[in-house]
């Protein structure tokens, strides 16, 4: 890791430690104010890399760091908070589960799915407002598009997706 990134994200860890940050671009313009350069494509590289979740605090949906868990958890902290903020809607193209979000949003939800390593998920591919979810197979897909669904609908599962 680069000092700069190294710099960057120590700096994000504290930030989002002790204040209620909400978006991207706030997350960015603290950062310059602090000295320290940021672009929203380098911020999205961050969040992702360091498990950064979304989760109410004091009435805010806001960033919060992983809670001591591993990736394959954050990942699924980070999509439960995502798809209870954008609508989602799965097809089924054959084994491939197509999901339409809002603009802007694919990429971060394919990027949570791939970080759960998923066993039944071959891959993804995402747009801006589209991602492509391969699956292993017929059952697998059943599964995850139940999962997500019900996620986004705001049920709780455990994580076999029932």
Excluded: C, W
Aim: proline share 3%; charged share 25%; hydrophobic share 40%.
């Amino acid at each position: 890791m680069d000092l700069g990134k190294s710099v960057r994200h120590r700096a994000l860890r504290e930030l989002v430690s002790r204040r209620g940050i909400r978006t991207q671009r706030e997350l960015v313009a603290a950062l310059r104010g602090q000295g320290v350069p940021s672009t929203q494509a380098t911020m999205s590289r961050d969040i992702t890399e360091l498990g950064l979740t979304k989760a109410e605090r004091n009435g805010s949906i806001v960033y919060v760091l992983p809670t001591g868990g591993s990736v394959e958890q954050a990942a699924e902290e980070r999509l439960r908070a995502l798809l209870r903020e954008v609508p989602l809607d799965a097809a089924v193209a054959g084994r491939i589960l197509v999901l339409r979000t809002l603009p802007g949003s694919a990429h971060a939800v394919a990027a949570s799915l791939d970080r759960l390593r998923l066993p039944e998920i071959v891959g993804t591919v995402a747009g801006d407002d589209t991602l492509f979810v391969a699956l292993a197979d017929e059952a697998g897909l059943r599964s995850l598009r139940a999962r997500l669904t019900s996620i986004a609908e705001g049920h709780s599962q455990d994580s076999d997706g029932r």
